[in-house]
Structure formats: structure tokens, C-alpha cells
């Protein structure tokens, strides 16, 4: 008797890129805007993200991110602009806030670190909840929390050296550093009960620095909800019945969909396996995926951020957790030492401009072969 195969996970992306014009420097999307389904501005003038729809199977994601891509792409060579996918735009001025009641918000609340969170670029990945395992799905995503490493694409804020991962840093140490639960990598999950109650949590604290801040409780009400009110690494998405995975810096399309990829298949064998929460080393077996201990999983998060793939402890730790670590060539730790100025960042911006359009043009024939 043949045993039919299990039904595929969903999954979709949402990567953010900066905008330049033919100089490298940041400009607003303008025309960009409208060349593609899926495109839409950020909170930030110069950032732009592509989102995916909930595809079944990797064909059919990289198919719809790189035909998307390569119509922003066809309308940004009309107007001389290009996409830049490096997590932080390497050495910039100040950037602005579009103006949002929202971000208005959020400016209050998190004060003069605000500054921050205004120079990343990320890329976000959503695998659908299979029933009855969100919470295991969440905790493996917590554990697999360390292979942002494998897509490091900047390791300098405003020019300076900051660690291999850049806008993880910004994010979590920096920008969120007085925000307490804000920002971090959560623990592991007992139930959905216990994640309800750690939003509404969350959203209270926020509550009370924005009213402190001088925000109005209705004004808050009228922008936020306890899960958009929430920034942390993994998430359970209610909306859209997904578990999301908000770590990654953006990266070269192909490298996107390779991480989304890998990240699905290893959520899709919670369809026949238990997970267990036990030690300190981590690994997927036949039977199971055996998480390590919190605190374990904090020390290589910490030592991706820091050191990113140098740290040969994290490199054994993803490979354990089912990753080919020697697929994967993080831009950060090609990035020249010392300070980059603010000409060289432009140049350099440059560069990765073109390097994603020709790896757009790469994957699309490859995918036609």
C-alpha cells in the first residue's frame, strides 16, 4: 500500500531593500511602488519590501518572489534606481520616518533609540501552523533562531565596525535595550494560552510608556493590538495563521529562498516528529528534534550576532540542526575592516545593486532550465 504524501507547508517571505538612485544614494521608491502586486513602502522613506503570497512548494516561491522582484526591478532601470539588499545602508546620514501615527508612536515610546531601528533591512519568513503544533513549531523556530548567521549581510552602522550581524545588534542590544521583553529572542513556549497572555503582557507595558510618553490610551487602541504592539524575533501570527521568522538580514533573492526552504522543510518534519526541550546540544534525529536548553540557544544567538559564521561552535550547532552551513557565504564577513566612508558605502551600494539583478537574472533562468 502506498502511503500518500503529507501535505505541503505554506510558506511565504517578506524582504525589505534599500532604494538608490545611480549615484548609490538612499532615495524614496516613487514609481516603485506600483510595479508590482506584493510591493509595498516601509516606515523609513528610503526601504521598500516585496512580499510573497502563502506558497505550497519551493518552486512556486521562487517563482512568484523573483517574478515580482523583476518587475520593481524593470521600472527602477526606467528611472535609474536600484535595489540594495544589505541590512543596513553601511554609512548614512540621518533617515526619515514617513509620517505615520504609528511610527509617531513608536518614536515616543522607544525615545532617541529610535534612531536605530531606522537603518535595517530585513527579511521576514512564514511557515503556516500546522494544527495542533504552533507552539513546537515556535519553539524549533526559537532554537533555529542562531542561523541568522547564515545570511549576515552588513556589519556597520553609520560606517563604524558593529558586529557581523548589524541590524540584529541595532535591533536587539541597541534600539529596544529600556524596552523590558522588547526585542529579545522569547523562551520556549508551554501553550497558546501562556503566548496570549505574554502579548497582552507586553502590550500593557507598552501602553504605559506611550500614556507616559503623553500618548493618549485611544490613540494607542487606534494603531496597535497586543500582537502588532510586539516586536521579537519568532512570533505566532494569528492573522495569518502562521509562525514567523523575523530574524534574517535581507540577502540576495536566492539566499532568501534558500534559507525559507530550509526553514520549511525542517518545520514540515514536525508532521512526524515529537520535539524535545532537553541538554545543551541541540540535533534532529529520526524520531525526533531535540532543542537545547534556553540558555544555550541565547549563547549561539549571541555568538551568530558577534562573530557570525567565525564562531565554529555555532557552525557545528547548524549543522546539527539539519543546516549546510558550507552553502551559505554571508556578505558581512567579506566586508573590509575598518571604517567605510560615506562615498566608498555609496559605491558599495552600488555593487550589491547590481549583484541583485544578476542574481535575479541567474535564478530565473535556472528556474526555466
Not at 295 to 324: C, Q
Amino acid at each position: 500500500m502506498t502511503v500518500p504524501e503529507p501535505e505541503p507547508i505554506r510558506r511565504s517571505i517578506e524582504v525589505e531593500y534599500w532604494v538608490i538612485d545611480s549615484d548609490g544614494r538612499l532615495v524614496e521608491p516613487g514609481p516603485l511602488t506600483a510595479a508590482s502586486a506584493g510591493v509595498e513602502r516601509e516606515f523609513v522613506e528610503p526601504l521598500l519590501e516585496i512580499k510573497t503570497t502563502p506558497c505550497e512548494r519551493t518552486a512556486e516561491l521562487r517563482a512568484e518572489l523573483l517574478a515580482r522582484i523583476r518587475k520593481v526591478l524593470d521600472v527602477a532601470a526606467e528611472h535609474d534606481m536600484g535595489l540594495v539588499p544589505l541590512a543596513t545602508p553601511l554609512n548614512h546620514g540621518e533617515i526619515a520616518d514617513r509620517p505615520s501615527e504609528r511610527t509617531r508612536i513608536q518614536r515616543e515610546v522607544i525615545g532617541a533609540e529610535f534612531e536605530y531601528v531606522r537603518h535595517c533591512a530585513g527579511t521576514h519568513i512564514h511557515v503556516e501552523q500546522i494544527p495542533g503544533r504552533a507552539v513546537d513549531q515556535l519553539n524549533t523556530l526559537v532554537a533555529l533562531d542562531p542561523a541568522l548567521a547564515l545570511v549576515n549581510s552588513a556589519s556597520r552602522f553609520r560606517g563604524r565596525p558593529l558586529a557581523a550581524g548589524a541590524r540584529s545588534k541595532l535591533y536587539r542590544w541597541m534600539a529596544y535595550d529600556g524596552l523590558p521583553h522588547q526585542g529579545r529572542l522569547w523562551r520556549y513556549l508551554d501553550s497558546r494560552d501562556e503566548w496570549d497572555r505574554r502579548l497582552e503582557r507586553r502590550y500593557e507595558a507598552f501602553e504605559r510608556r506611550a500614556m507616559a510618553a503623553g500618548v493618549d490610551r485611544q490613540s494607542v487602541a487606534s494603531c496597535f493590538d497586543p500582537e502588532s504592539a510586539v516586536w521579537t524575533p519568532v512570533q505566532l501570527r494569528a492573522a495569518f495563521e502562521t509562525v514567523e521568522w523575523r530574524s534574517p538580514d535581507t540577502a540576495l533573492p536566492s539566499v532568501v529562498l534558500d534559507l525559507a526552504d530550509d526553514i520549511a522543510e525542517t518545520i514540515a518534519q514536525l508532521r512526524r516528529k515529537e520535539v524535545l526541550i532537553e541538554g545543551e546540544t541541540g540535533r534532529i534525529t529520526e524520531n525526533a528534534i531535540v532543542l537545547p536548553e534556553f540558555g544555550t540557544v541565547l549563547d549561539h544567538v549571541n555568538a551568530a550576532i558577534r562573530d557570525g559564521l567565525a564562531s565554529d561552535s555555532l557552525k557545528a550547532y547548524l549543522d546539527r540542526m539539519g543546516f549546510d552551513v558550507t552553502a551559505y557565504d554571508p556578505v558581512s564577513a567579506r566586508q573590509p575592516r575598518g571604517t567605510i566612508p560615506v562615498e566608498e558605502a555609496r559605491r558599495r551600494r552600488l555593487e550589491h545593486a547590481a549583484a541583485l539583478e544578476q542574481d535575479v537574472r541567474t535564478a530565473r533562468r535556472a528556474s526555466t532550465d
